[in-house]
């Protein structure tokens, strides 16, 4: 194959824990009578609440074939290219076993919300046999359960440099690193209308640290669907699944069902994370979308494009821009059935 997908899951999968009848249907078309896939394929989520292994053994239960951790990229695995906060003691904010997850990206020193309002029940810095090590780096996988404890100590971590207990001071500025996993404003359960993403609690983060301090947050990177790095990231797996099966061919084309292409950065986010990764190979990144997710075929483009970051149309985050022929889909279909059907015969592909 000179092609390969990726898939997402929530809205094009499952919506919350229900899967979506035509998923089934179109993975019996991307594997062989051995249960291997005919063609590379990647899971990007936008989730971060999990270990890889956990997702893929839900995906092959759910899917009805064998799903492996390295086909599926969680919002915060381009973590792993980020080599240099490994080794730092770092805040990480979420849902689901945090430290466990972080361990698994290569963080040496993580430390939960929970563990830092413990170690602080009456901002103690005396006992410094109570005191965790100075927080050098905020990392936010998702929206947490208890979302004003998080909101009132990532602020304190913020605004006291990494000596949470300690009084604020404005002076230093840029603050501590922050990396952020999934911006998605919102997200489809098994309710009827989208729920609060993590993206929401970001807005809530960006908003009470500018009315503090009268400036803008600044995040080190950002990543998960609609990033750069997450895109490049799985181009990257990609490449690599190729290159197990021994396929000669170079991937050309990336079909992407159910997301959007990549919106362009601010220019003020780290790159750094480029050289971890080979050049991108692949010639061109298609997006298949689904009418089964947050998107409807209904939804009206902004006519004036250059202040529709306020326009309501625009849930995705402050650092990117808004450009039309970006988020244009290059394909609009019902279902993912519809959509492995429509990308065999593009690529005149028969199993």
């Known amino acids: 194959p000179s092609f390969g997908f990726l898939f997402d899951i929530d809205g094009v999968l499952v919506r919350g824990k229900t ?13 062989n009578s051995q249960g291997q896939f005919l063609v590379p394929v990647v899971f990007v989520t936008n ?11 839900q995906l092959s239960h759910l899917l009805g074939v064998p799903v492996s951790q390295d086909q599926v990229m969680m919002s915060h695995s381009p973590l792993r290219m980020f080599k240099r906060y490994h080794e730092k003691c770092v805040l990480v ?9 972080a361990h698994d990206l290569g963080f040496s020193q993580p430390i939960t919300i929970e563990t830092l309002r413990e170690k602080h029940p009456l901002l103690d810095v005396v ?3 109570r005191r965790p090590s100075v927080l050098v780096t905020v990392v936010l996988f998702g929206e947490p359960v208890r979302w004003e404890t998080n909101l009132q100590l990532i602020i304190d971590v913020l605004l006291t440099s ?6 604020y001071h404005q002076e230093k500025d840029p603050h501590i690193p922050i990396l952020a996993c999934n911006m998605d404003l919102m997200w489809v359960a098994e309710a009827q209308s989208p729920r609060f993403g993590h993206g929401t609690f970001m807005v809530c983060l960006e908003n009470i640290y500018k009315k503090i301090t009268g400036k803008d947050l600044k995040y080190e990177a950002l990543m998960g669907k609609p990033s750069q790095v997450t895109y490049q990231y799985a181009e990257y797996l990609i490449r690599v699944q190729a290159a197990e099966r021994h396929w000669k061919q170079p991937i050309q084309t990336l079909y992407a069902v159910g997301a959007s292409a990549t919106l362009s950065q601010d220019d003020e986010i780290d790159n750094s994370w480029e050289n971890e990764l080979a050049s991108a190979a692949a010639a061109h990144c298609r997006s298949v979308l689904v009418c089964t997710g947050v998107y409807s075929p209904q939804t009206e483009v902004p006519t004036d494009t250059r202040d529709s970051i306020t326009e ?5 985050h402050r650092d990117f821009r808004f450009e039309p022929g970006l988020v244009e889909p290059d394909h609009i279909v019902p279902d993912v059935d519809a959509a492995v059907n429509l990308v065999f015969q593009l690529e005149s592909f028969a199993p």
């Open 312 to 316: 309501t149309v625009f849930h995705g």
């Open 47 to 57: 989730a971060g609440d999990c270990l890889r292994q956990k997702k893929a053994d």
């Open 93 to 101: 904010s979420g849902q689901g076993p945090l430290l466990e997850i």
């Open 127 to 129: 006992d410094h046999d």
């Open 19 to 31: 899967p979506i009848p035509a998923a089934r249907s179109a993975f019996q078309k991307l594997v």
């Open 162 to 167: 990494g000596y949470p207990g300690n009084p």
